[in-house]
């Protein structure tokens, strides 16, 4: 009872108390018993995604179809302490970001990056990180030990056959796309290559924003003893990406629940014109 008038006239534990007749402590005792579903859902997924924060998580809840409203989870939230939870450190320092447009359909503008780790016993790997940034879809991320320009040739052939090639591919400046590899293929299949501005990094905010969820969910997470073992929880969380994870640029949905709904608008325009 005086949870329900808490939450429907959103007035004070106190006040609702007194008009129950219940002793507070009474009232906070109840509340804890009954909130150990909640409590085990935002554990559960707190230790699964160490690096969300609350909005994250309650997103999360919600679509995973549970009625809790904002202020109860975030109750719980801070008296589980969730808000002090260790982050790991930072490789990379703050930068200022400043928003790209948005393609308004798929296969307008992917974009390129590499990034570089180590397995134990400090043998060096790298990831070749492809993305799409109308849906934020994680296309690709190739590993291995050395990643040349024909091979992230291959490796972006391979999705183009599956899904048709971009109008544009963005990156920075480094050899692998300044080579006459790398320029030949993008004048063959009609490819615009967008080369961002040396030292400025924020150009393709896309991809760096993806990096840095890569980095904190596998890369800064777990130690490798061979590429099979990253290659195989890079895969995992791949799938995690785009099936299931909600990105707020996206009004909440994934990226693949987004792309869905731009091939629903498009079918939709062309049966009303």
Known sequence: MTEEIVREHDIAVSRA????????????????????????????????????????????????????????????????????????????????????????????VWSVDFMSDSMVGNRKFRTFNVIDDCSREALAIEIDTSLSAKRIIRTLNRIGESRGFPMAIRSDNGPEFTS??????????????????????????????????YREAVLDAYLFFDLDQVRQL????????????????????????WKESLVKKKIHHQMTV
């Open 17 to 108: 108390c007194k008009i129950v007749s219940l002793v507070r402590s009474q009232y906070y005792y109840s509340s804890k018993k009954d909130d150990s579903e909640v409590i085990e859902s935002l554990q559960d997924l707190a230790f699964k995604h160490p690096s969300y924060g609350f909005r994250k998580l309650f997103a999360y809840l919600r679509r995973s179809g549970k009625p809790w409203n904002h202020k109860r989870v975030h109750r719980i939230y801070q008296v589980l302490k969730l808000n002090k939870r260790r982050k790991g450190k930072r490789r990379l320092p703050d930068r200022v970001r400043q928003p790209l447009a948005q393609p308004a359909q798929v296969n307008e």
């Open 234 to 257: 890079t895969a995992e969380w791949i799938e995690e990406y785009n099936q299931r994870r909600p990105h707020e640029g996206l009004g909440n949905l994934t990226p693949f629940e």
């Open 180 to 213: 006459g590899n790398f320029t030949i293929w993008c004048e063959e299949k009609g490819i615009e290559a967008k080369f961002i501005q040396p030292g400025k990094p924020t150009q393709n905010g896309y991809i760096e924003r993806f990096n840095r969820l």
